[in-house]
């Protein structure tokens, strides 16, 4: 079934500047009041008054008064669409503080209304934003159901026309441009209220009032198709967790970071991504930033694995100062490919090699650790590298090193030779080759051909025989 759910941010101007409660704090447009937080309201400012009256009425109070900022608002919006993205993939905005999201087609997945409610309640509260919630069988609908009482907004059950018929038509007013006059007329007219309006012809109405309005009656009532496009996640991932206190320890971070790595990985899985870095910016009570970057040797969306590198990457921090948020920042984003995991894999498994040495740079370092790889020489003793570069977990391939041994011997050490027979720590018996190396002729010219050869106990060793000097030297061990 249809089922629209709107998130109306009625305080959106106020919690995109300030989350204050300990003073009046209020926000202006053009000298007006635009929003006010509760503590302002108690003293009894209200929208549309001019700041010389907010003055007189705080007069005993440290009031902050803030100019509204609009970019910042849409900033804020495309934050909360970014994580109601991870509920239901069918949402867009309306207005300039609403998010309509049909949620009727993911009732299955939340095993129910209740739960997925719950899930928006709690979603909401750890971003330190407040909303109004309709619920209706249209995007119009739940919408104008925000407006109403709590009880009857979240009534889906009960039919549309009925519970929009008490809400007030001045509402529509603010619908679209030019609804204003349209609804005053009404008004003159004797009509008050949505049910005085709903159980009128719809044609007369529209000669009346114009097609703009009746086109949204129609729409508001389902009767007419009201397509929006989709919500297109962008290509990086932010979001905050306001506490609502000071926080003083790194301890009582960690539940805000548990969840914000919850939802980048929700967000991840949603749009079939990964990521190998992330940023958490601290927000300090003095209003100063701190980032803490953590990253891993591999991309993926695992959130466990982000949170435990995450706490060791915390251990090491020292707080200078209180904080009062957490911002998650994500910007280098790719493309997710499916891991192959082991149906019948017991639960003691090793964990991968990337998770190891993630945890090893965290606790050591960047520096700590160091990468084996080959080099794009001839000679052995040249053709092995050790990096510092980030280490990786390629597979074996067929590359130079395919058939090499990974321990050398910092020099070849000379062979034994009894007529036709080798020894080292015993007799050898050559298996593999030969594998001919000819290099360095513009300075001292080396020409080999390098065998693998066994010993009696099982071990193989790489051994070569040096063409211009007629002997046999040991240069590798297999393990």
């Not at 159901?145 to 001045?170: D, G, I, K």
């Not at 360095?440 to 009696?456: E, H, L, Q």
Request: glycine share 8%; aromatic share 8%.
């Amino acid at each position: 079934m249809n089922l629209w759910l709107c998130l109306r941010f009625a305080q959106l101007p106020l919690e995109t500047l300030s989350r204050d409660e300990s003073r009046p704090v209020v926000v202006l447009a053009a000298q007006r009041v635009v929003r006010s937080n509760d503590c302002a309201a108690a003293l009894g400012v209200r929208a549309g008054m001019g700041t010389a009256t907010v003055r007189a009425l705080v007069a005993d109070e440290p009031v902050q008064l803030l100019e509204r900022d609009a970019a910042a608002e849409a900033r804020s919006l495309e934050r909360l669409c970014c994580w109601a993205y991870s509920i239901t993939p069918a949402l867009h905005t309306w207005r300039e503080d609403c998010l309509l999201l049909e949620v009727g087609s993911c009732l299955g997945m939340y095993r129910g209304l209740a739960p997925l409610l719950a899930e928006v309640r709690s979603g909401l509260a750890s971003r330190g934003y407040r909303a109004c919630y309709g619920l209706a069988a249209t995007p119009k609908g739940a919408w104008l159901m925000s407006f109403a009482e709590q009880e009857a907004a979240l009534a889906a059950e009960r039919p549309l026309e009925e519970r929009l018929a008490p809400l007030p038509l001045a509402l529509l007013g603010d619908a679209a441009p030019g609804f204003g006059n349209t609804v005053d007329s009404l008004r003159r007219a004797g009509l008050h209220t949505l049910g005085d309006i709903l159980g009128l012809p719809p044609t007369a109405l529209a000669r009346r009032c114009g097609e703009a309005f009746g086109i949204f009656l129609a729409q508001l009532l389902g009767r007419r198709d009201d397509l929006h496009p989709h919500y297109e996640p962008p290509a990086t991932f932010c979001d905050e967790y306001w506490f609502g206190y000071e926080v003083k320890a790194n301890g009582e971070l960690l539940p805000a970071v548990q969840a914000l790595l919850q939802a980048l990985c929700r967000f991840l899985r949603n749009t079939q991504l990964r990521t190998g870095e992330v940023t958490f910016r601290l927000i300090g009570i003095d209003a100063k930033l701190r980032d803490v970057v953590v990253r891993s040797a591999s991309s993926h969306s695992d959130w466990q694995s982000w949170y435990r590198l995450t706490c060791i990457r915390f251990e090491q921090l020292q707080l200078e100062a209180s904080v009062e948020g957490i911002a998650l920042h994500c910007t280098e984003l790719a493309a997710g490919e499916l891991d192959n995991i082991d149906l019948f894999a017991p639960r003691g498994q090793r964990e991968p090699l990337a998770a190891l040495l993630d945890r090893l740079q965290g606790r050591l370092g960047l520096q700590a650790i160091r990468q084996v790889g080959c080099r794009d020489e001839h000679l052995p003793e040249l053709a092995v590298r050790v990096s510092s570069d980030h280490p990786g977990c390629e597979p074996p391939g067929d590359s130079p090193c395919a058939q090499r041994p990974f321990w050398l011997m910092p020099e070849p050490r000379r062979l034994r030779q009894h007529g036709s027979t080798l020894y080292w720590n015993g007799a050898l018996q050559l298996v593999y080759g030969p594998e001919r190396i000819e290099d360095n002729w513009w300075r001292s010219p080396v020409s080999r051909d390098y065998y693998i050869a066994a010993g009696g106990a099982g071990e193989y060793y790489w051994v070569f025989r040096d063409r211009l000097g007629s002997r046999w030297y040991v240069q590798g061990v297999f393990a």
